[in-house]
């Protein structure tokens, strides 16, 4: 059975707008924008490239190192708004639209009680999204037991409870944000694509309960709610909460992995005041290190994205996009 998982969050946050990371506030102002330029200058080159090789898998692989690139800047020069909704929001964003993204990234989501928070943890709605529609995966390929009528029956509830799990985790977690928000019209976009609207779903999910029987995990608030009994829906804007990060929480120089490039970054924050401190792992990035490409990816505004080397290009592609596609691997977009 074929499920197609369409990008339900591509506007968390923002609503209609691509998010833009600003460097206002920053530990490290003018690291972070001397960052980001060098970030927009390799990727234009890419992009060109890409174009003069009509590679649309080199135009994938120049976006997605686009996206690393920024916000491991962000993450060296501007440590202490990792919490707000802008970078959460960019986040997510980077996870909707490169096909091999996936987590752990940098600072994602916002640990519960972190300073300077956004209003709504939108990471932990995104997650619990993105959790519901895998497990409704899991569990229409489980339904294979009994007779056909029954297991068409089982799969529906399955697909009821993955968008009620979705719905729910929106207003489970974030009660009193506007759900539009954060995610609503992409649930409703779900909806649509799995053919189960809510407001049909009441009976489904009293017969089979999503927890109990088809096997999902709890869900924010405790209550998978259908079209009847949800809640009135919260009217506040995003906006950022009060307290001040002092210090990054993976301390002064850190490496993490990413899983989507297996290259190892290594970042020294900067603007961190003396003690501020200490050397740790797991959470932002400025050299890269891997099997398949070193060089800078961010630093403390010097290149930003480097240059692969020690992996093949494909045949004929040359220059800095070809050695993006080579770093990647084979991304696989499938256009239906």
């Known amino acids: 059975m074929v499920r197609i998982l369409l990008p339900i969050f591509a506007a968390i946050g923002v609503a209609t707008a691509v998010v833009q990371l600003t460097t206002t506030g920053c530990s490290d102002s003018s690291g972070l924008q001397t960052c980001l330029n060098a970030v927009t200058a390799l990727t234009s080159k890419c992009l060109n490239q890409a174009d003069a090789d009509a590679s649309q898998l080199e135009t994938v692989a120049c976006g997605c190192t686009n996206y690393i690139s920024s916000y491991n800047c962000y993450a060296s020069h501007c440590w202490n708004r990792v919490n707000e909704c802008e970078y959460q929001s960019y986040i997510i964003e980077y996870l909707i639209n490169c096909p091999t993204a996936k987590t752990p990234v940098p600072y994602f989501p916002t640990p519960k009680g972190a300073p300077a928070a956004c209003s709504c943890n939108v990471g932990e709605v995104y997650e619990a999204i993105t959790g519901s529609i895998s497990q409704g995966t899991t569990c229409v390929n489980n339904q294979n037991g009994g007779d056909a009528f029954t297991n068409v029956q089982r ?18 977690i974030c009660p009193t944000t506007d759900p539009t928000l954060i995610g609503l019209n992409q649930v409703q976009s779900l909806e649509t694509n799995l053919n189960t609207p809510i407001n049909s779903c009441a009976p489904y999910i009293a017969k089979y ?8 995990p709890a869900v924010a608030g405790g209550t998978f709610y259908d079209a009847a009994n949800l809640p009135a829906s919260g009217t506040a804007t995003l906006s950022n909460g009060p307290g001040t990060v002092t210090a990054p929480a993976s301390g002064s120089v850190f490496t993490y992995t990413n899983p989507a490039d297996s290259q190892v970054y290594v970042i020294s924050a900067a603007g961190v005041k003396a003690g501020g401190g200490d050397s740790g792992s797991g959470n932002a990035a400025a050299t890269t290190t891997g099997s398949s490409g070193s060089g800078s990816s961010g630093g403390s505004g010097g290149s930003s994205g480097g240059t692969a080397t020690g992996g093949a290009a494909s045949p004929g592609k040359t220059g800095v996009a070809g050695q993006v596609s080579a770093r990647w691997g084979l991304l696989v977009v499938a256009v239906l």
């Open 155 to 172: 799969i529906q509830g399955c697909e009821c409870c993955e968008v009620s799990a979705a719905l729910s985790s929106i207003y489970g």
């Open 209 to 216: 309960p999503c927890e109990s029987d088809l096997g999902f």
